[in-house]
């Protein structure tokens, strides 16, 4: 391996507020620590949460990057003592608790995978974030098996594009909401049973309609607010509500008889705080039964759009304008 740089470019938030307080600084490589490994991006993906932070409302955890970006693609540069399963210019893909957005990072290697074969630096720059969040909430956390109902809300969102495709691969039958007919053609055409235009329908009378009495068996919901109730009327008898995030607000008025009556489990997660223990076994779980879906062509990465690190803010723009489908990529 050549010798790596003293400094790299990266994307520093200067302030908060919209995508022009994304802006390219030159700054110290990070060295990798006990158990970690240095990457050398080749991609990296923009998800909602980078969007927060810009705006000053999801701030890094303590002790982490407070560069933006949680998910990279590219070659291993280095590794910290302790850290044993990848060697110098292995190619992976991170979940990582910041500093995506730059030439270099750091990540914990058991949230290290492998690339597939057959999966570009972009495509793979887009997987962990929505992956590891999919996977877990619905799998494991909702218990979604062959055969039940689920609605994703943003369907055609990076998150909503994965949990359709994984919830069809594994036998559930699946309803998407979206915010135009494009955006539900698209849903549709990645395997969504029914798609509703939230914009121009009742999603609650159009499941009623499409499932009848039995209701949906698992519901990922990132839109809270007045989704919550409505939610909680489209679930039947021991349905599953889980929530990933709360862009209509966190508090809403609920009928809890509804949820005694059904029998109803509601829940939640974050995953950037969690340990690296619990997104290592995150990671095992897609290494043993999603991967070989990736790399077969059966779950595939939908992409948007890549755009070069120095232009983060036009990225952010796209997301901000929401008409995007899919993963929208920073390329290195």
Same mark, same amino acid.
């Given at each position: 391996m050549p010798a790596l740089p003293a400094t790299m !470019?990266? &994307?520093?938030? %200067?302030?908060?507020?919209?995508? /022009?307080?994304?802006? +390219? &600084?030159?700054m110290a490589l990070p060295q990798p620590g006990e158990g970690q490994v240095l990457i050398k991006?080749? *991609?990296a993906g923009i998800n909602? +949460? %980078?969007v927060m932070q810009r705006q000053g409302l #999801? +701030?890094?955890p303590k002790g982490h990057?407070? &560069? +933006?970006g949680l998910e990279v693609s590219g070659t291993v540069a280095a590794t910290g003592h302790g850290a044993t399963r990848f060697k110098d210019g292995d190619k992976v893909m991170a979940l990582v608790n910041g500093g995506g957005y730059a030439q270099y990072c750091i990540a914990d290697e058991p949230c290290c995978l492998a690339i597939p074969d057959g999966l570009s630096m972009e495509q793979a720059g887009g997987v962990p974030e929505t992956f590891f969040t999919v996977w877990h909430n619905v799998f494991e956390r909702a218990h979604l098996t062959a055969g039940e109902w689920f609605m994703i809300h943003g369907g055609s969102s990076g998150i909503g594009v994965t949990a359709i495709q994984l919830a069809k691969a594994f036998g559930a039958n699946v309803i998407a909401t979206a915010g135009s007919d494009e955006k539900c053609d698209a849903c549709r055409k990645l395997g969504a049973d029914l798609a509703v235009n939230y914009r121009t329908e009742d999603f609650v009378e159009a499941v009623k309609s499409h499932v009848g009495k039995g209701g949906i068996d698992v519901i990922l919901d990132m839109v809270g607010g /007045? #989704?919550? *109730?409505k939610n909680i009327s489209c679930l039947g008898d021991d349905g599953r509500l889980v929530n990933i995030a709360y862009q209509k607000g966190s508090k809403a008025e609920v009928d809890f008889l509804r949820v005694m009556l059904k029998r109803l489990t509601i829940t939640g997660s974050t995953l950037r705080i969690r340990p690296t223990e619990v997104k290592g076994r995150i990671a095992r779980g897609l290494a043993e039964y999603v991967l070989p879906m990736l790399a077969d062509g059966r779950v595939k990465v939908v992409m %948007?759009? !890549?755009y070069p690190l120095r232009e983060a803010a036009a990225a952010h723009a796209r997301m901000d304008a929401g008409e995007h489908i899919g993963k929208i990529v920073l390329t290195v």
């Amino acid at each position: 391996m050549p010798a790596l740089p003293a400094t790299m !470019t990266a &994307i520093h938030v %200067d302030g908060k507020g919209g995508p /022009d307080v994304l802006k +390219p &600084i030159e700054m110290a490589l990070p060295q990798p620590g006990e158990g970690q490994v240095l990457i050398k991006v080749a *991609a990296a993906g923009i998800n909602r +949460p %980078d969007v927060m932070q810009r705006q000053g409302l #999801y +701030p890094a955890p303590k002790g982490h990057s407070e &560069i +933006p970006g949680l998910e990279v693609s590219g070659t291993v540069a280095a590794t910290g003592h302790g850290a044993t399963r990848f060697k110098d210019g292995d190619k992976v893909m991170a979940l990582v608790n910041g500093g995506g957005y730059a030439q270099y990072c750091i990540a914990d290697e058991p949230c290290c995978l492998a690339i597939p074969d057959g999966l570009s630096m972009e495509q793979a720059g887009g997987v962990p974030e929505t992956f590891f969040t999919v996977w877990h909430n619905v799998f494991e956390r909702a218990h979604l098996t062959a055969g039940e109902w689920f609605m994703i809300h943003g369907g055609s969102s990076g998150i909503g594009v994965t949990a359709i495709q994984l919830a069809k691969a594994f036998g559930a039958n699946v309803i998407a909401t979206a915010g135009s007919d494009e955006k539900c053609d698209a849903c549709r055409k990645l395997g969504a049973d029914l798609a509703v235009n939230y914009r121009t329908e009742d999603f609650v009378e159009a499941v009623k309609s499409h499932v009848g009495k039995g209701g949906i068996d698992v519901i990922l919901d990132m839109v809270g607010g /007045d #989704y919550i *109730a409505k939610n909680i009327s489209c679930l039947g008898d021991d349905g599953r509500l889980v929530n990933i995030a709360y862009q209509k607000g966190s508090k809403a008025e609920v009928d809890f008889l509804r949820v005694m009556l059904k029998r109803l489990t509601i829940t939640g997660s974050t995953l950037r705080i969690r340990p690296t223990e619990v997104k290592g076994r995150i990671a095992r779980g897609l290494a043993e039964y999603v991967l070989p879906m990736l790399a077969d062509g059966r779950v595939k990465v939908v992409m %948007d759009g !890549t755009y070069p690190l120095r232009e983060a803010a036009a990225a952010h723009a796209r997301m901000d304008a929401g008409e995007h489908i899919g993963k929208i990529v920073l390329t290195v």
